[in-house]
């Protein structure tokens, strides 16, 4: 029997059930809190690193909220370090909705007080994460940070509606390897789409990195 004849047979099912992920916040919230972050590192990176870029940021007053990638995995062939990703093209509507309902239990969670200015922050593959949870939640927030990743093709304009007060910045570094100058006109493109001229944007010197500079401007 041939190999093709086999997958032919193939039955893909579903089920649910329960599952438990952690993530990682710096800092307490307080009644002295007056900026809650909640940011979404990229892929290979984990929460409790992706942390410690804004560590200089003044404790008292910000609070950050890092969320945890599902999907863990050894980076390299040392089977040393341990990096996450979010979202693969295998199954993506239904990882999803999954990673929506991981995020609902954070926030219910945290019970975030409303009188603090939300950023919503996404470096590299967490842009995509960033975006498509806003446009889910419909959460307002003060400032949606866009750092050096891509735009999931199926958001629309009217998917953001809820942000018209919203300062949106957008952040590449002038060397970063992942953009070419026609993906980098693309994401442009679709960045006015989204959101129009209501865009900042953060230029600077250096490769698809996360600075700390640059937080602390943020």
Known sequence: MKR???LMNNTIKHVSYTTTNTYET???????????WLVFHGIGYLSKFFLRYFD??????NYIIAP???????????????GASW????????????????????????KLPE????IILGFSQGVSIALRYSAFSQIPCSKLVL?????PNELKKHHFDHLKNTKVISVIGDKDEYLSPERLREERHKLISLFGQNIHYINFNGGHEVRKDIINQI
């Open 56 to 61: 200089e940021l003044n404790a008292d007053e």
């Open 87 to 110: 979202l693969t093209k295998e199954n993506t509507d239904m990882e999803t909705n999954n990673i929506y309902n991981y995020l609902n239990a954070v926030l219910a969670q945290e």
């Open 4 to 6: 093709s004849d086999l």
């Open 26 to 36: 710096l800092n307490k919230l307080t009644g002295k809190t007056k900026n809650i």
């Open 115 to 118: 009188q603090c200015n939300l």
């Open 147 to 151: 750092y050096a990743g891509g735009i």
């Open 68 to 82: 945890q990638a599902p999907s863990k995995y050894y980076l390299k062939n040392t089977y040393k370090h341990v």
